[in-house]
């Protein structure tokens, strides 16, 4: 019995001690809080990053900056603060220029800060009186636009009309070195792919393009018409032009086979009359072949192949 009533007194001893460190603790977490809650000063580094970036002015790299305030704000806030370091966009709307560059006033940074953090932190001191924002002038240039790749049409069929590109130049902006390079705006076009039907599409310009540079438009409309195509045969003379001297001349042979690729719909319009092939006599004399090109064909009919490509010549 002596044994269980000292243990008795040894829990209630430890109890006592329980409740004074329960009561000692709440105590201070109300007293923390209490303090906590109170207005003070410190120290406080704030990042600053830039937005509303305009044509007129590239960017160097993208680093922040810090800087060191003196700010006043409640414990909790300033804590809060000092160990997730917060960051504070600058408009480049409101920045300033001169000889050395672009930048930011002293008061320029305090209003940011004070708008960004409004009845969190009112700033006390600084002692940046200048923040150089990592901008230059851009420089800026007209260029053409053109496609990444051709477009291939499908077996049996073939452009019925010229690529058209809306708009088809553009005005690039960037770093002076850089543009003073750059010659055209490069389309990301489709790869890999053939196509048997109008194309009429939006395309945009390749990554790295819209990486490093900034464009009047990152996308234009590309336009090209197409047709359903067949192969044609046609055995047609050639004729000599541009003699300098009134000779005569043969050739050997005087026809050549031409393979044409022709719309399906105009097949039962095409005759010989319409195509004139030409051989140019050179001026030397010493060739003894001659190349054989078209002088007339109708428009959208294209040349796959002329079977010879040159003829012999003899002069009488």
């Known amino acids: 019995m002596a044994l269980l009533s000292g243990l008795a007194k040894h829990i209630g001893s430890l109890t006592q001690l329980r409740l004074i460190f329960i009561f000692f603790l709440f105590s201070f977490v109300v ?3 209490s303090v906590m809650s109170e207005t003070h ?5 704030i990042q600053f990053d830039f937005s509303d970036e305009t044509f007129e002015m590239y960017r160097t790299n993208n680093e922040t900056k810090a800087t060191e305030f003196i700010v006043s704000g409640t414990g909790f806030r300033l804590l809060s603060a000092r160990v997730i370091k917060p960051t504070v966009f600058l408009s480049m709307l409101d920045a300033q220029m001169d000889g050395d560059g672009i930048y930011f006033t002293q008061q320029d940074l305090i209003s940011a800060v004070e708008s960004r953090f409004r009845n969190v932190f009112r ?3 600084l002692s940046l009186k ?3 924002a990592p901008f230059i002038q851009s420089a800026s240039k ?3 636009v053109r496609l990444d790749h051709d477009l291939l049409p499908a077996d049996g069929y073939a452009w019925s009309s010229d690529i058209q590109i809306v708009p088809d130049s553009l005005t690039v902006f960037g770093l002076p070195s850089q543009v003073d390079t750059l010659m055209y705006a490069l389309l990301d076009s489709p790869k890999n792919k053939t196509f048997n039907t109008s194309f009429d599409q939006k395309l945009a310009l390749t990554t790295d393009l819209q990486s490093n540079f900034k464009w009047s438009k990152t996308k234009v409309y590309v336009t090209q018409n197409i047709s359903r195509y067949t192969q044609v045969e046609l055995r047609l003379p050639v004729e000599v032009i541009d003699s300098d001297e009134k000779v005569d001349v043969s050739l050997i ?3 050549v ?3 044409l690729s022709v719309p399906i719909e105009r097949v039962r319009q095409i005759e ?3 195509f004139v092939l030409v051989s140019r006599l050179p001026s030397d004399r010493t060739a003894e072949y001659i190349e054989v090109n078209f002088e007339k064909i109708p428009e959208g009919i294209m040349v796959k192949d002329i079977t010879p490509k040159q003829v012999r010549y003899f002069l009488d």
Request: aromatic share 8%; no cysteine.
């Open 142 to 144: 007209r260029v053409p």
């Open 123 to 125: 700033v006390n001191q």
């Open 41 to 45: 000063t410190a120290s406080v580094e």
């Open 130 to 132: 200048r923040l150089d």
């Open 253 to 255: 042979p005087a026809f």
């Open 31 to 33: 007293w923390l809080s």
């Open 257 to 259: 086979l031409v393979n």
């Open 272 to 274: 010989p009359s319409q």
